[in-house]
């Protein structure tokens, strides 16, 4: 059995959801963010250092990080969803995997921080929106006919690109990126989305 350590509104949703598209059983242990200061609580330090979600258990091992977790399951038990090695779809893939939480969450996380500053980050919302369009134009353009990313099913790298992509629909650019929307849109009407949303905000849903 897998253990997800799930934080409401997190990145640890697409954790859930693939675990649903894999049909694998699992365990959710939920945590809650501070309704003040919306950072997560100290019981997930308790679990990890960092006190960060998602972090699963698995065969006895605590994984952190999204990109190791979703590259274990899709390795273990969708081989299908990640390219075969040595090709130009693997390497896209590995980009991809490791863009999602390196450039794409950079300028996500400097908005929502400094978003908190008031007057006193005026200076930097330039910079920030600058960048969040250089990266929500460079996903849409990756976005394939198929309106999936790297491969034409779904693959490791849709997994891990939906929540930028979910952060690009709520703050309105769905008009500015039509293909980002479309496939926000196409994983959204996922039967499997719908159930691990249910698992994992059931007080949202």
Not at 71 to 91: G, K, V, W, Y
Not at 96 to 107: R, W
Not at 195 to 204: F, I, S, T
Request: hydrophobic fraction near 40%; charged fraction near 20%.
């Amino acid at each position: 059995m897998i253990t997800v350590h799930h934080l409401n509104r997190s990145r640890s949703q697409r954790i859930l959801w693939l675990l649903e598209e894999l049909d694998q059983p699992y365990d959710v242990i939920r945590y809650q963010r501070d309704a003040k200061t919306n950072l997560a609580p100290p019981e997930l330090k308790l679990v990890h250092p960092l006190g960060k979600s998602p972090m699963i258990e698995i065969d006895g091992q605590l994984v952190v990080e999204s990109a190791a977790i979703v590259d274990l399951l899709c390795t273990r038990f969708a081989p299908e969803m990640i390219p075969e090695r040595d090709t130009p779809a693997f390497l896209r893939h590995t980009e991809l995997m490791h863009f999602a939480e390196g450039s794409a969450m950079t300028p996500i996380l400097l908005n929502l921080y400094v978003s908190r500053l008031g007057d006193a980050a005026a200076p930097l919302h330039p910079r920030i929106s600058s960048e969040l369009d250089n990266h929500y134009s460079y996903m849409n353009s990756l976005v394939r006919p198929s309106g999936h990313f790297v491969q034409d099913t779904l693959s490791a790298a849709d997994i891990m690109l939906s929540f930028p992509a979910e952060v690009a629909m709520r703050q309105g650019r769905g008009a500015d990126y039509p293909a980002l929307k479309g496939f926000v849109e196409m994983i959204h009407n996922r039967p499997a989305y719908q159930r691990a949303l249910e698992k994992g905000e059931p007080q949202d849903a």
